[in-house]
């Protein structure tokens, strides 16, 4: 039997759809869930174009009760990855999935990192640091944005000449390339290096 997995996603779910289709032909891993806070994401046609069960959330639910847990213990998901999800993880919800919630930040933390910092945020701030590289960070989550264990990163170039798209566009690729399998080989309990 798979292992099932829940993915997490408020925005156009690039990072969702590598994962989807990386584990669409796997017998060890199933994306069972892809968990959205906003009812017009992108992320939950391409999970009902893949076949993949899509679920909205709203925010009182999501911090005033535990029903998320009833929802994902009942599809059995052992795993969630957080994909561009922007809403901090209740410690309820850390505490039911010890060491099994990931996120992926779009900078090489701890730079760059913490409330307010996603997407070109990030990139904009690191191109005003003047920073000669950025990258991506997978870590574990915890109840505070961005702080968890990480468990790898990837580095590129931050060009001169390079606008915030440009660098948004590099840490993409990094992130597409890198996350289905990191994932992966935390599930298998094999050594993560991307
Ligand atoms: C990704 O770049 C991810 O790293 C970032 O949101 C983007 C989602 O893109 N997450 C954060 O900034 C979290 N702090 P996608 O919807 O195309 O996968």
Redesign the pocket.
């Given at each position: 039997m798979p292992v099932s997995i829940a993915v997490f996603?408020s925005?156009?779910?690039?990072?969702?759809r590598r994962i989807m289709q990386h584990f669409q032909h796997s017998d060890a891993v199933q994306v069972r869930l892809v968990v959205s806070n906003k009812a017009d994401a992108g992320?939950l046609e391409i999970a009902r174009d893949m076949g993949v069960e899509t679920l909205v959330i709203n925010r009182t639910e999501f911090y005033h009760s535990e029903t998320i847990v009833e929802e994902l213990r009942r599809r059995d998901i052992r795993f969630i990855a957080l994909?561009?999800f922007?809403w901090l993880i209740p410690e309820y919800l850390v505490q039911a999935f010890p060491r099994a919630i990931v996120?992926?930040?779009?900078a090489l933390l701890p730079k760059f990192g913490g409330k307010g910092?996603?997407?070109a945020h990030?990139h904009e701030a690191v191109k005003q640091a003047g920073e000669t590289e950025s990258g991506i960070t997978i870590h574990y989550v915890d109840e505070h944005y961005?702080e968890g264990q990480p468990v790898f990163q990837a580095r590129c170039p931050v060009l001169p000449t390079d606008t915030a798209t440009d660098i948004a566009r590099r840490?993409?690729e990094l992130?597409h390339r890198h996350f289905p399998l990191v994932i992966e080989q935390l599930l298998l309990n094999l050594p993560v290096v991307g």
């Open positions: 996603a925005g156009t779910g690039s990072n969702a992320v994909a561009g922007l996120n992926i930040h779009p910092m996603y997407g990030v961005d840490v993409l992130e």
